[in-house]
């Protein structure tokens, strides 16, 4: 570049610079913004990571689930139907790439409804198969809670990749379990991670007695179900009620009926445990925004790719601009420092 050029280019910046200097603050602000703007045009991104969830959520379908302790819109509602309205309203929160999947409980098996999809892609198909869980889906009348978490735990084990188990149930075994034959959990505990989350309330209540297909039939009486473990009936075919030897050759020691089997109330101290043996978190189901606060719980979470839009940001900038260069009050203090430079 010639001397002379070089001079001009010079001079030519500084002239623009002088007539920048010289605009108004409005109309500085106004240019940035439209500046802004232009830019936000191309579409500005950039590679993130951020916070996602995943779990197929597991809920028990047995009658004890039925029980009406909780309250939706003034009225009396089941377990089950406040599990489902509290789920409904969290997944509307869960944040985007966090994935869902349904499974139902009972007996003691799990049987999974939908894989693992994500939230905001699937969110109508998701609520959709919700909706149409109920206790029709029940396959039998036992309630083994131990049993059906573990079968819960190596089902997300074998669909691999990272998923998690949210576990909801009331923690009702039927037939009862003695607190001397817990069923142990075979796997390792913590390879899949989640939470057991405990529905229902403090009260024993009546359970309700269903038809396969859901119709009415009562409550449970309590000559209708087994008031004691299957270690403490002893032998079945025994007219005089003979014990169950243990491997020592001593007979199983037997525990008194409790004869309160037939009602139901939330066995939290219980589903503690399992949780704890199996490395889960524990939630008891009080409302929405305690279950997702313990749904996103930072331990909880993994690191999900994410494509973070910089248009937004363009955008909010230039629009503070906007409204700083066209609101009269934000304008004011400007004006007043400039008179203050003139008096001087």
């Known amino acids: 570049m010639s001397t002379g050029l070089r001079e001009r280019v010079r001079s030519g910046g500084a002239l623009l610079r002088q007539r920048l200097a010289a605009l108004p603050l409005r109309a500085k602000l106004t240019g940035a913004a439209m500046l802004l703007l232009a830019a936000a045009l191309f579409g500005p991104h950039w590679n993130t990571t951020r ?7 597991t809920i028990d379908v047995s009658q004890s689930m039925n029980v009406r302790d ?3 819109d003034g009225a009396p509602a089941s377990r089950l139907a406040y599990t489902k309205h509290v789920l409904r309203q969290t997944l509307a929160e869960l944040p985007c790439g966090s994935r869902i999947g349904w499974a139902v409980f009972a007996e003691y098996r799990v049987l999974l409804l939908v894989a693992p999809a994500e939230v905001c892609d699937n969110y109508n198909d998701l609520l959709a198969t919700l909706e149409r869980i109920d206790g029709r889906m029940s396959w039998a009348g036992a309630s083994e809670v131990a049993k059906g978490l573990y079968w819960g735990l190596r089902t997300v084990k074998e669909l691999g990749g990272n998923h998690g188990i949210a576990f909801f149930t ?21 390879e899949v991670r989640g939470i057991v989350v405990g529905v229902g309330g403090d009260a024993l209540m009546p359970i309700p007695k269903t038809d396969p297909e859901g119709r009415p039939l009562g409550f449970w009486g309590p000559d209708e179900v087994m008031q004691t473990d299957g270690y403490s009936a002893g032998r079945t075919g025994s007219t005089t009620g003979e014990g169950l030897m243990d491997e020592s050759g001593k007979e199983e020691k037997r525990m008194k009926p409790t004869m309160t089997e037939h009602l139901s109330s939330l066995k939290g101290a219980y589903l503690q445990t399992l949780a704890r043996d ?3 978190a524990y939630h008891r189901l009080t409302g929405q925004p305690e279950l997702l606060g313990a749904l996103t719980a930072p331990h909880l979470a993994r690191p999900a790719p994410y494509r973070a839009d910089g248009r937004l940001v363009l955008a909010g900038i230039a629009l503070a601009l906007l409204v700083a260069a066209h609101l009269p009050v934000l304008r004011l203090p400007a004006r007043l420092l400039r008179r203050r430079l003139k008096s001087q």
């Open 51 to 57: 916070p996602a969830f995943d779990y197929v959520v």
């Open 70 to 72: 909780y309250e939706l």
């Open 170 to 190: 009331d923690g009702h075994e039927a037939p009862p379990v003695s607190p001397l034959h817990i069923p142990v959990y075979d796997g390792k505990p913590g």
């Open 278 to 280: 199996t490395a889960l």
